[in-house]
């Protein structure tokens, strides 16, 4: 089974940077991806690692360590409309998603 | 719009009714799936479907029945409703296996009183 553990709430401010970290426990591992949901929304899709190391798309980066269970998120030049929950994900075989509890980000001014 | 369309959005209901949830896509992908997100926010898968073939059941009750009639839809049919089935149920679909990423539809918010 999985163990996918995320803090369960930051804040940060507009303009800063902010690391959400994500650790997972698994008997199968086939990727990590990154989601994003605002209240009252859909998870939309932010960022995918399967191998090591770190990949940047604009403003959000993630990284992910295999041999430690380790990923996180790096969302630069806060701004207010990040405030959302991001959900940490590991695929176990080909399709099955697993979810961490996800972690509340709140950006303040 | 291409996209993952569920319906209803809204379901207040009582226990012990059946109630049923569409999901259709039209992204052309081969999977499709059913997440349960409870109260606490926590995303939980409880079916999968590839090409209309069963690939996943996660240990779901079975008052839940899912039906594909074709790869762009599936449907959730809930049986005797209970309390603890109040919850928001996500539809996601894909393309099959590698890295595909999941797309979510806009989710139904279930209310069984």
């Known amino acids: 089974g999985q163990n996918i553990d995320q803090p369960t709430e930051m804040t940060a401010t507009e303009g800063a940077i902010v690391q959400i970290n994500c650790t997972y426990q698994t008997s199968g591992f086939n990727g990590l991806f990154w989601y994003q949901q605002h209240a009252g929304e859909a998870p939309t899709f932010l960022s995918y690692?399967?191998?090591?190391g770190l990949e940047e798309k604009g403003r959000f980066s993630s990284f992910l360590s295999r041999s430690k269970g380790y990923s996180y998120l790096l969302l630069k030049e806060l701004q207010m409309k990040d405030s959302a929950s991001y959900l940490c994900a590991v695929r176990e075989g080909f399709q099955k998603l697993v979810f961490g509890t996800g972690t509340r980000l709140l950006v303040s001014p | 719009d291409t996209a993952v369309s569920q319906t209803p959005k809204y379901l207040v209901t009582q226990m012990g009714n059946d109630k049923s949830i569409k999901c259709e896509q039209n992204?052309?992908?081969?999977?499709m799936y059913w997440y349960k997100q409870d109260s606490k926010k926590f995303l939980k898968i409880m079916f999968s479907y590839n090409n209309k073939e069963l690939i996943i059941n996660e240990t779901v009750p079975n008052r839940f029945s899912p039906k594909s009639p074709d790869k762009a839809h599936l449907n959730l049919h809930i049986n005797s409703l209970e309390l603890g089935d109040s919850a928001v149920y996500f539809c996601?679909?894909?393309?099959?296996?590698?890295?595909?990423?999941?797309?979510f539809g806009p989710g139904t918010r279930l209310l069984v009183l």
């Open positions: 996601a679909s894909s393309l099959k296996g590698g890295k595909e990423t999941q797309y």
């Open positions: 992204l052309g992908h081969d999977t």
């Open positions: 690692n399967v191998l090591d």
